[in-house]
């Protein structure tokens, strides 16, 4: 039918009848194809604020190492990377340079959409029936593969790897697919098929971009402004759009918003543009993103294992979650609880984190450490889906975990120390009153101790400060736990330098500590021990000597003489009778001590160590330090083998050798000796660490050379 110059195409019919009788039939004539250069579908329009980055320059390389023709690029990452706008400005630019004679966008969901999207180019380019979608699609794979044509097929947030089953467009010289998906599939590689990691935009690029962003709305920010911003949001090129359009629609300055971002009691959503403000034409805020890929990982086989297993991931550190702690018992019962049926454990927890890494929903698994590595955004998005009860019982649980990894002594590990040093600290930061609440977590304990071990005396103090208060705030000031708390408190307050200030948190604990459990319970006799040590490194060793010397007594009455409680008191009490001015006394209880920490508790208790070096001081301050040279060099192996060789008491027993060695009459040793530990003690406890002053001033004596001033002797 033609009409006013123009033609239709589609139903045409005729009539006739008989009668009263009239038939009807209609034909749908076939549309004709298409003049080419064609789109099919709609490519997303260009980002404002396109940042240009390295996998963009990989993306459009035609040509591999091997220098053969790339038919098939897969884009693979995290949900938000900007893989979409990767394909996008890749399809704009190869459209614009005029090579292209076909370019098809299809939303790649799911295999209806695949087959859907083709049916739409067949109809369009081909000429295809549009009521029979399948035939429609296989005839315009049918004209990729026969015509030479230039085309592009790009197929955007590719969901499974079997959607693409026999629908994968044809390798020929004249076409190019591009994929993006958050799938790391094996399956999705193949021949003539690259795959182009998809990461975080650089430090530079995410400043670069925020700048760029907010000067279209006329905003100018500063570098460090807008540095800090990009590290908040975690290079992320999803959040840093959104978060870009949230500070210009709100008319909020970069600190306002990034404090707004830090406010614990706020959602990560509250810091998000509304579903009708997103920018770029964006459908899904940063958090729905995640949400769908969670769902997705959750439909995987084992069904259901996905989810809980992130949760925990959510709680730890985001640079390295130990792989371990997923396999203690206090997270199988999790699993046990949610799915009976799913066993062993141990098999759910490895298929799980499988499932994660091929939906790009935790970044890496670092087998050489034991870690995964999960964008610090989606865990908290994760977090933040969590009903409280869960939220509290998931923090026990990976509180359980790492403490259950933690060994006694930390320097066996170094690294592992460091690590879950590192995942307790998120652990607090997003889950504190579920470790205090119900009761003190032993985990709190713990974390504080190997700070205060580490050379972080300070830190530690400042941690058992704030458990103090939140578990007082919570569940009342009377808690056994808070006694707990405080004693380690006053024990790093001191550790720290405060020896006035540890003694009176002691004397207010004794005084609770009493009222509550009696004066002959074991907590009042300890924290009685400790108030006469400090008390004593506040400046009173004769009021040291004479508590030590009462609770010592009450030590024996109640225990035994080598019970460790009694033993640690014996040599406390060793220490500030010389300090009082009878060395030789202190010699003699200590080496005795020693020998009794060897028969009962072995070379490698840490008491024993802390004896041996007391011993060994003593010898050499009662006028033998010969002696002290052989006993610092006995232990110092051992220190060396039991808490490693950057551990900071191994420093001190190193650098008391090497004192004791120039009072024995070898000045030139010790200083070459000290000139070496100083480097390795500013490198490891900083420059301004007490530990490395005393080094440091020990060093200008041997060397007979000025002191800093200040410098303890």
Not at 108 to 135: F, Q, T
Not at 266 to 272: K, N, Q, T
Not at 493 to 498: I, N, W
């Amino acid at each position: 039918m033609t009409g006013n110059g123009s033609t239709f195409f589609g139903p045409t019919g005729a009539m006739w009848g008989d009668g009263n009788i009239q038939n009807n039939t209609f034909v749908s004539a076939p549309r004709p194809p298409a003049t080419l250069p064609h789109q099919v579908g709609v490519v997303p329009l260009r980002a404002r604020s396109f940042q240009h980055r390295a996998e963009a320059d990989r993306l459009r390389s035609a040509v591999s190492a091997g220098e053969t023709v790339v038919l098939c690029q897969l884009l693979v990452g995290m949900g938000g990377v900007g893989k979409t706008q990767l394909a996008a400005d890749f399809a704009h630019q190869a459209w614009d340079e005029g090579t292209l004679e076909l370019l098809v966008w299809i939303t790649a969901s799911s295999r209806e959409d695949i087959v859907s999207g083709y049916a739409r180019a067949g109809v369009e380019v081909c000429g295809a029936d549009p009521r029979d979608r399948e035939e429609a699609a296989g005839m315009f794979l049918a004209w990729l593969r026969a015509k030479r044509h230039q085309w592009l097929v790009v197929l955007d947030d590719l969901a499974e790897p079997d959607d693409l089953r026999g629908l994968w467009p044809p390798e020929t010289p004249n076409g190019r697919t591009l994929v993006t998906t958050r799938s790391r599939e094996p399956a999705l590689l193949g021949t003539g098929r690259r795959r182009i990691e998809v990461g975080l935009f650089t430090p530079d690029e995410a400043v670069a971009y925020l700048s760029s962003a907010l000067a279209v709305h006329g905003r100018t920010e500063s570098r460090h402004d807008l540095a800090g911003l990009a590290s908040d949001l975690g290079y992320l090129a999803l959040a840093l759009s959104q978060a870009a359009a949230y500070i210009a629609d709100r008319k909020m300055g970069v600190t306002e918003y990034r404090d707004l971002l830090a406010d614990r009691r706020r959602r990560l959503a509250d810091a998000l543009p509304r579903a009708n403000r997103l920018p770029d034409d964006q459908t899904v805020t940063v958090t729905a993103v995640w949400s769908l890929s969670l769902d997705r990982a959750d439909q995987q086989e084992p069904v259901g294992a996905a989810r809980p297993l992130m949760q925990l991931l959510a709680l730890g550190d985001p640079n390295g979650v130990p792989v371990a702690v997923l396999y203690g018992r206090s997270v199988e019962r999790f699993y046990v609880a949610a799915m009976p049926d799913l066993v062993p454990v141990w098999g759910i927890v490895g298929r799980g984190l499988q499932v994660l890494h091929r939906l790009s929903l935790i970044q890496e698994i670092n087998t050489a450490y034991g870690t995964v590595r999960v964008h610090a955004l989606v865990q908290r998005a994760t977090r933040e889906s969590l009903p409280a009860d869960q939220h509290h019982a998931y923090a026990r649980a990976m509180g359980d975990a790492l403490l259950a990894l933690w060994p006694e002594i930390d320097g066996g590990d170094p690294l592992l120390a460091l690590t879950l040093r590192a995942n307790t600290a998120n652990l607090i930061a997003c889950a504190d009153e579920a470790l205090v609440q119900a009761a003190v977590h032993p985990l709190l304990s713990r974390y504080g101790r190997s700070l205060g071990e580490a050379g972080l005396e300070g830190v530690s103090r400042d941690h058992f400060q704030s458990i103090v208060a939140l578990a007082r705030r919570l569940r009342g000031s009377e808690d056994p736990d808070i006694l707990t708390a405080q004693w380690e408190l006053a024990r790093w307050q001191g550790e720290a330098g405060d020896a006035a200030g540890a003694a009176s948190t002691l004397r207010q604990l004794l005084a609770d500590t009493a009222r509550q459990n009696g004066p002959d319970h074991l907590n009042t006799l300890l924290v009685r021990s400790s108030l006469a040590h400090w008390q004593g490194k506040a400046g009173d060793p004769d009021g040291a000597v004479v508590g030590l010397a009462q609770v010592l007594d009450d030590f024996r009455r109640i225990l035994h003489d080598t019970h460790p409680l009694t033993l640690d008191t014996r040599a406390s009490l060793a220490h500030w009778r010389g300090e009082t001015g009878d060395p030789d006394c202190a010699v003699t209880a200590l080496a005795q001590v020693v020998r009794d920490r060897l028969t009962s508790q072995g070379w490698d208790h840490p008491g024993t160590l802390n004896n041996m070096g007391s011993l060994a001081e003593w010898q050499g301050r009662a006028g033998d330090p010969a002696a002290a040279v052989s006993c610092f060099a006995e232990l110092l192996p051992v220190v060396e083998r039991v808490l490693g060789t950057d551990h900071p008491y191994t420093l001190s027993v190193r650098g008391d050798l090497a004192h004791w060695r120039g009072e024995a009459g070898d000045p030139t040793g010790a200083a070459a000796a000290l000139g070496q530990l100083l480097t390795e003690a500013r490198r490891i406890l900083g420059p301004n660490h007490p530990r490395t002053k005393v080094i440091h001033s020990r060093l200008a004596h041997w060397q007979q050379g000025p002191r800093e001033p200040g410098l303890p002797e």
